[in-house]
């Protein structure tokens, strides 16, 4: 059974601190990588997509990506109260399909 | 650019109605086309997806059926509700192209189903 495994939470983060999101996955083939933000009630919004080993950076946010050791994460900079939010790591595996983290909750403390 | 609408937001419904809910993408041309339940608390678990039209996969076995009648349309519906059918109903599209392995879901905004 493949998997996708995130920390539940919930994660506390003082305001203007750096959030640091994790996810582990478990087949080694898996190309795509995405991170969704889910705020309470609402559907999943895609924040950030990573497909090659290393950084990528957009605005506050920052996927690192890291293939030998199946892992990806997330980076929030200067985290903000409205980051609070459900955040859920996808993973496309050797098979096409995408396998769902149960997702890490933050909160951001003012 | 493109968009997914979904409706109704919210429906409530006896157990043992029927149960339709639609799906329509805007500004592309066959998407992949994905229906996913998520109960209250609990992680996304895909119900059914679609290449094509008339074309529709199942994950998991249930009450529910989903159909795709015209290219950018995708229908969920039940004939009979179970008290466990209640949860949020997500309509999905992902590019439909040779290099959809790659591309992302783009989620409409959701159907709570609550069956009492």
């Known amino acids: 059974q493949k998997e996708v495994e995130q920390n539940s939470g919930p994660l506390s983060v003082p305001e203007g601190a750096i959030a640091s999101l994790n996810c582990t996955y478990s087949?080694?083939?898996?190309?795509?990588f995405f991170w969704y933000r889910q705020y309470s009630g609402k559907s999943p919004e895609l924040i950030m997509s990573?497909?090659s080993n290393g950084d990528k950076e957009d605005g506050r946010f920052t996927a690192q990506l890291n293939k030998a050791s199946q892992y990806v994460s997330l980076l929030i900079r200067d985290s903000q109260p409205s980051d609070s939010a459900t955040y859920l790591c996808?993973?496309?595996?050797?098979?096409?399909?995408?396998?769902w983290g149960a997702g890490t909750k933050l909160i951001i403390k003012p | 650019s493109q968009t997914i609408h979904q409706w109704p937001a919210t429906l409530v419904q006896p157990v043992g109605s029927p149960l339709s809910l639609e799906c329509t993408v805007e500004?592309?041309?066959?998407?992949?086309l994905y229906w996913y339940r998520q109960a209250a608390g609990r992680g996304l678990q895909l119900l059914f997806y679609?290449?094509?039209?008339?074309?529709i996969s199942s994950e998991v076995p249930q009450n529910l059926s989903a159909s795709r009648p015209q290219d950018r349309q995708f229908i969920l519906s039940s004939k009979k509700l179970l008290l466990s059918d209640s949860g949020f109903y997500l309509c999905?599209?992902?590019?439909?192209?040779?290099?959809?392995?790659?591309?992302?879901?783009?989620f409409g905004n959701g159907t709570r189903l609550t069956v009492t």
């Open positions: 500004g592309t041309s066959n998407p992949n």
């Open positions: 999905a599209w992902s590019a439909g192209t040779e290099s959809s392995y790659n591309s992302p879901l783009h």
């Open positions: 996808a993973v496309k595996d050797s098979n096409y399909q995408l396998i």
């Open positions: 087949d080694r083939g898996s190309q795509s």
């Open positions: 990573i497909y």
């Open positions: 679609s290449v094509g039209i008339g074309q």
